[in-house]
């Protein structure tokens, strides 16, 4: 069976994995304040940290975990049928470059841009759907 060719779509994909672990790690960096008998338990009594900064980051990984199977799917499937290219490799990026911008933009507390940025993540995700199911 011949090797797939490296696609855009996979050089973005692995990107995201970036953007995922950095998130991870912001996340857990900042909640130290719930002790270190919590962070190592497990965590049978859901708390909070208090840092209003790890609360919104919490969710911003929280946020990017129900779009990021979709873009793993898509960059995939993109890649194994052939259709890598195009409007997908835009679709990608956007998506991508929407996600690192939202997890600044969340953590400062910023509303309504937070929404829009969001939106254009979801309008890349569309672009690669399209060009898979064309």
Same mark, same amino acid.
Request: glycine residues 8%; hydrophobic residues 55%; without cysteine.
């Given at each position: 069976?011949?090797?797939?060719?490296?696609? &855009?779509?996979?050089?973005?994909?692995?990107?995201?994995?970036?953007?995922?672990?950095?998130?991870?790690?912001?996340?857990?960096? &900042?909640?130290?304040?719930?002790?270190?008998?919590?962070?190592?338990?497990? %965590?049978? =009594?859901?708390?909070?940290?208090?840092?209003?900064?790890? %609360?919104?980051? /919490? %969710?911003?990984?929280?946020?990017?975990?129900?779009?990021?199977?979709?873009?793993?799917?898509?960059?995939?499937?993109? &890649?194994?049928?052939? /259709?890598?290219?195009?409007?997908? =490799?835009?679709?990608?990026?956007?998506?991508?470059?929407? +996600?690192?911008?939202?997890?600044?933009?969340?953590?400062?507390?910023?509303?309504?841009? %937070? &929404?829009? =940025?969001?939106?254009?993540?979801?309008?890349?995700?569309?672009?690669?759907?399209? +060009?898979?199911?064309?």
């Amino acid at each position: 069976m011949p090797a797939l060719a490296m696609t &855009t779509e996979i050089t973005v994909l692995g990107w995201s994995v970036v953007l995922l672990l950095v998130q991870i790690a912001l996340q857990a960096g &900042t909640s130290a304040d719930l002790g270190p008998a919590y962070l190592f338990s497990p %965590r049978d =009594v859901p708390r909070e940290p208090g840092s209003l900064i790890s %609360r919104r980051l /919490k %969710r911003a990984l929280d946020n990017l975990l129900e779009t990021y199977p979709a873009f793993i799917a898509l960059a995939l499937a993109l &890649t194994v049928s052939g /259709k890598a290219g195009g409007i997908a =490799v835009t679709g990608a990026w956007l998506y991508l470059g929407a +996600r690192v911008v939202f997890v600044i933009i969340y953590a400062a507390g910023i509303p309504v841009i %937070r &929404t829009l =940025v969001w939106v254009a993540s979801i309008v890349g995700l569309v672009m690669m759907l399209v +060009r898979l199911m064309s």
